[in-house]
């Protein structure tokens, strides 16, 4: 049984008017939940058709994002993706992995359980899952003082590409290549020069180093760093845009 108190916003005609919703429905089964879905969370789940019903007061456009901030077994998200909604989820445990990701992906293929039938859902569709990383920017902007190096480098390769990086076996400052344009970053010694600035000013020796980690690509390149001790000429000239952290390194292009 399920108790909700409140109004619904409807539309009338051009208007929105306030209705109040029934505050009790008794005729929702809650029995077998945990074969909706193919997972199982005690306690914590609910039954596709409750999920639907609030979806179908507040939403009546495939256009709308429904968003679950506790995202649980993800029978929200499950949901919104049946009724063809777009839809965010977060979710801070592990049932992200464990449950949130199989079940999208089994609504994605056609997941028969719950409300699919009434929605004459047989899968299509598709989601992104997202892992966020620490914090990169302090609350009042700046770059966080411990932050390493595959983070920052995360970070830039998002920024800048607005695509998640693939964080390499090995480290290396030459970060990869989108569009034919290159990303290089020196930072926090990646070089294993641990003095104060060694490896993170671009010099020739380290523009050589980031060369030799670039393998065959061969176009035009950004590079983060300290500083640079290389002129404008040799910038050009090496089709280089040189950009300054923490300066230059913004929350997104
Ligand atoms: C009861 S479940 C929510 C059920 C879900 N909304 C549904 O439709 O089935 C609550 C979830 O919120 C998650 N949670 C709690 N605090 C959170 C936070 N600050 N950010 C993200 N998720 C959070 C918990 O890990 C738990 O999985």
């Known amino acids: 049984m399920y108790f909700l108190s409140g109004s619904v916003r409807e539309k009338d005609g051009k208007n929105y008017i306030s209705k ?59 949901v ?13 445990g592990e049932q992200a992995e464990t449950h949130c990701a199989p079940r999208l992906t089994a609504v994605v293929d ?10 004459n859902w ?6 992104r899952f997202y892992r966020l990383g620490p914090p990169v920017f302090t609350e009042e902007g700046s770059i966080q003082p411990d932050i390493g190096f595959p983070v920052l480098a995360a970070h830039i390769w998002f920024a800048e590409t607005g695509s998640p990086w693939s964080k390499p076996g090995k480290l290396k400052p030459f970060l990869g290549s989108h569009d034919k ?14 003095s104060a600035s060694g490896g993170n000013v671009l010099t020739r020796k380290t523009l050589a180093a980031i060369r030799s980690a670039q393998e065959d690509f061969t176009g035009p390149m950004t590079v983060y760093g300290e500083r640079t ?9 090496e089709r280089i845009e040189f950009k300054q952290t923490p300066y230059d390194v913004k929350a997104r292009k």
């Open 181 to 194: 344009h290159g990303y290089a970053l020196l930072y926090n010694g990646i070089l294993g020069d641990k």
């Open 122 to 127: 047989d899968g299509g569709g598709g989601f």
């Open 80 to 92: 919104a993706a049946k009724m063809r909604r777009r839809f965010i989820g977060i979710e801070l």
């Open 229 to 237: 001790a290389l002129s404008e000429t040799t910038l050009k000239a």
């Open 110 to 119: 056609g997941d028969a359980s719950g409300i699919s039938s009434s929605q």
């Open 20 to 78: 109040p919703i029934s505050t009790i429905w008794s005729d929702i089964p809650t029995n077998n939940l945990q074969n909706e879905g193919g997972v199982s969370f005690p306690s914590g789940k609910k039954p596709e058709m409750l999920l639907e019903r609030v979806i179908a007061m507040i939403s009546n456009s495939e256009k709308d994002i429904v968003l679950d901030s506790f995202l649980g077994s993800g029978t929200t998200a499950a």
